[in-house]
């Protein structure tokens, strides 16, 4: 049996061209957005509100809000998951799942104007708004990820006198990488469009185009924002996906 | 096969292993896992560990590397005493190999085999070297597997890499939990040879646990027969088990056959082998027929520059060749010295020609070996059984319960 295949090489051209698809495809999209801001026929209160510096400056504030929201929730969710899988909390582990499935369950509108009441109308409430919203995939995936990898495994590494620490650094969590990942890819999708609706409590973002266009109904101004929205949401996904490919441990499928 | 060896004490105590009136309770159980086991592994040997499953061998066997710890007792890893020891400490001074070798898949084969030396913090170099030479001791070759991940390999590979990881910091102890339990029958008769050359080599302590006797038989020294909560029912060797099992409990667990058993106890080696008519490439085929026929056989060996067997025509496949090829042909019957006769009588049954090529550690050819041979064997060895003697049989019993399945050694 020495000539065993090696699937990885067609798995990996197939993921690698939905790779290089997925930015040719925003790029072209965007492209067109821009000639059409340039070229189309804009009313001239449009043409105010969808100006580049503001634009950039709205994408600016979301990218923002997405960033700070999603490294809180890596930096949170992650350990507890990992904590939440070692033999002391496994008992508390139904619990927190709850709480955060709650978060998720809750709707984030109602998540976001709740907290602007007791924290205040500001970025910080709008982030951990985002926070509580996302933080359930990141953690579920930590915990099925580490859940999942074989028993024996575990007990073949403690066997040959790794401690417990390093089983978790050497083997459970490479080996659950792949499942935590996607998590996160989720994760930080959610966030990308739940920010959206910063734009209620005063946050700003890209969500700010899209109140306008429903408020002043100016519907190229909402579309604008919602175009934007979707392509720094697949832009995110990309990034995530390209972390996915390359992360991955090889010798894994 | 050492019945005649001075066991344990003298030589080589560094590794011999004691276990003292262990006992595991587990709570929320009112019978204890393990019950009070004494049980002294000689060095340099293998002992099995067989008995049904839920008997607690597994945890008898884990709880000598403290995966499981004992609730009472002391356990001896030669003079020292280990029962308190760091257990991550310990673990690496002692090789384990479980079912389907336990391999991390996300490291290569070479990773995988440097991970115990790694953490005794060897130098890179002493590292590779260590690893191609143990690849080279399981039969892998180095430059072809050492980059590999598991999942390249199949089953059999995988398990000699477990057993070289195992071996990889020349620990004086090898644990085997059920090891070869999920490879087909043909894979685990190579493995299990495989070992048996390997532990000739290291001189290991080796426990090993099965629920599978054929596989005590042929691989143990001694063998331990467990009943229920880890009570040792009969600590013996393989051929006083087959000959006289302490109780009717052993004897159903021999299960039929106890005859044919005793081919396991015996080696190809132990046996005469016939000459054979050898050829090789390149030679006029007629020639060789006619040394076929002087001698009076029915098939001529064929072998390459290294000795090693490459066909095994009769004398009418000869009689239709113009000159001998050099093609292998990969379904002549071919057992090692090493093999046990129980499986070199499979093999000859399954070839056409009621007889195996047999070759030594280098895969060069010795000899023939015919059923007849095996025959013989058989008889000779009823007559000469029953001839080890106690003295030199290891210490194995339970305190303080009351021994439900009866005598021990």
């Known amino acids: 049996m020495s000539d065993v295949l090696r699937p990885q090489a067609a798995v990996g051209t197939a993921a690698w061209k939905g790779l290089v698809i997925q930015p040719a495809v925003i790029v072209l999209i965007l492209a067109a957005f821009v000639i059409w801001l340039k070229l189309g026929n804009l009313s001239a209160t449009e043409r105010a509100t969808l100006n580049p510096g503001d634009l950039l400056a709205y994408t600016g504030q979301h990218l923002a809000l997405t960033f700070v929201s999603s490294a809180i929730v890596l930096a949170g969710a992650i350990p507890l998951g990992v904590l939440l899988t070692r033999r002391p909390f496994v008992k508390v582990s139904g619990v927190i799942l709850a709480l955060a499935n709650f978060g998720q369950a809750a709707p984030a509108i109602g998540l976001v104007v709740l907290l602007a009441f007791w924290l205040g109308f500001s970025f910080w409430s709008a982030v951990v708004a985002l926070v509580v919203y996302a933080a359930l995939p990141v953690l579920r995936n930590t915990m099925v990820g580490i859940q999942g990898v074989d028993e024996r495994l575990v007990e073949s590494a403690r066997g040959m006198g790794m401690s417990s620490f390093s089983v978790l650094m050497r083997v459970e969590l490479p080996l659950a990488v792949p499942v935590m990942l996607s998590g996160i890819r989720t994760a930080l999708v959610l966030i990308v469009g739940s920010a959206t609706l910063a734009t209620f409590i005063g946050a700003g973002g890209l969500g700010l185009l899209i109140t306008t266009g429903v408020n002043l109904f100016l519907p190229r101004v909402l579309v604008s924002g919602a175009l934007l929205v979707a392509l720094l949401a697949l832009l995110i996904d990309w990034l995530g996906r390209v972390v996915e490919h390359y992360a991955r441990p090889k010798g894994l499928r | ?409």
């Open chain 2, 1 to 409: 096969m050492s019945k005649n060896s001075s066991t344990a004490t003298g030589t080589s105590v560094s590794s011999r292993i004691l276990l003292d009136a262990v006992t595991k309770h587990y709570p929320g159980q009112s019978k204890p896992a393990v019950d009070g086991i004494t049980l002294e592994i000689p060095a340099g040997k293998i002992v099995m560990l067989v008995g049904p499953s839920g008997c607690g061998k597994t945890t008898t066997l884990k709880m000598i590397n403290r995966l499981i710890e004992p609730t009472e007792g002391r356990i001896t890893l030669g003079d020292e005493d280990v029962t308190n020891i760091d257990g991550d400490q310990l673990r690496r001074r002692m090789g384990y190999v479980i079912q389907a070798g336990g391999l991390f898949p996300h490291m290569t084969v070479a990773a995988n085999i440097a991970i115990v030396p790694k953490m005794l913090g060897w130098s890179k170099e002493k590292i590779k070297n260590r690893v191609d030479e143990l690849l080279e001791l399981v039969s892998l070759e180095p430059a072809m597997y050492r980059d590999r991940y598991p999942r390249e390999l199949s089953g059999g590979q995988q398990q000699r890499v477990g057993v070289a990881r195992a071996l990889a910091a020349d620990p004086p102890v090898l644990l085997m939990d059920e090891p070869f339990g999920a490879v087909d029958p043909i894979t685990r008769q190579r493995l299990q040879d495989e070992l048996l050359r390997i532990q000739e080599e290291v001189q290991k302590t080796i426990v090993f646990v099965t629920h599978d006797f054929d596989e005590a038989v042929k691989l143990g020294d001694w063998i331990v027969v467990f009943s229920e909560g880890a009570h040792i029912v009969q600590y013996d060797t393989p051929e006083r088990i087959l000959n006289e099992p302490a109780s009717s409990f052993v004897e159903d667990f021999i299960g039929a056959g106890a005859g044919l058993k005793q081919l396991t106890l015996n080696r190809v080696r132990d046996v005469e082998l016939a000459e054979a008519v050898t050829g090789s490439p390149g030679e006029m085929a007629q020639d060789v027929l006619a040394r076929v026929k002087e001698a009076g056989d029915g098939h001529a060996v064929i072998l390459d520059e290294n000795r090693r067997p490459l066909s095994w025509p009769s004398r009418r496949q000869l009689s239709r060749l113009e000159t001998i090829p050099a093609t292998p042909d990969a379904a002549i019957p071919l057992v090692t010295q090493g093999s046990t006769l129980s499986d070199a009588l499979d093999t000859m049954l399954v070839s056409s020609a009621g007889a195996a090529l047999v070759t030594d550690r280098r895969r060069s050819f010795v000899g023939v070996i015919t059923v007849e041979v095996v025959m013989e064997a058989i008889t000779r060895s009823r007559k000469a059984s029953a001839m080890a003697n106690d003295n030199d049989s290891p210490v194995g019993t339970n305190t303080g319960t009351i021994e439900v399945q009866g005598g021990t050694t």
